[in-house]
């Protein structure tokens, strides 16, 4: 890995169980094949609260990266699942690290 995208979503208060739900509509776009291994994490303790989920993709390399999300940006069934993130979301953000060897 030499590249991790982290993305922090903050989910707005009262729409934990519905986001949850939400995420099935995932599923199946991350079981293709071409989509990468990805992590969601949920915050336990620390500086964030219970609201704020972390999700990781682990790259080759950051145009990887950017030629997967041109890709998908453009796939239908992304565009529609994704349509309805937003009514769940006080805000997200994302970030691309560099290993240090």
Excluded: N
Excluded at 16 to 24: T, V
Excluded at 76 to 100: C, D, K, R
Aim: glycine share 4%.
């Amino acid at each position: 890995m030499a590249i991790l995208e982290h993305t922090v979503w903050r989910i707005l208060p009262g729409k934990w169980d519905a986001f949850m739900a939400h995420l099935e509509a995932f599923r199946p776009l991350g079981e293709r094949p071409d989509w990468p291994q990805s992590r969601l994490y949920r915050c336990v303790a620390g500086g964030a609260d219970s609201r704020t989920v972390f999700w990781q993709i682990e790259w080759e390399s950051l145009a990887a990266a950017e030629a997967f999300w041109a890709k998908w940006w453009k796939e239908p069934e992304w565009q529609a699942v994704w349509a309805g993130t937003s009514a769940y979301l006080e805000s997200i953000q994302t970030q691309y690290y560099q290993l240090i060897p």
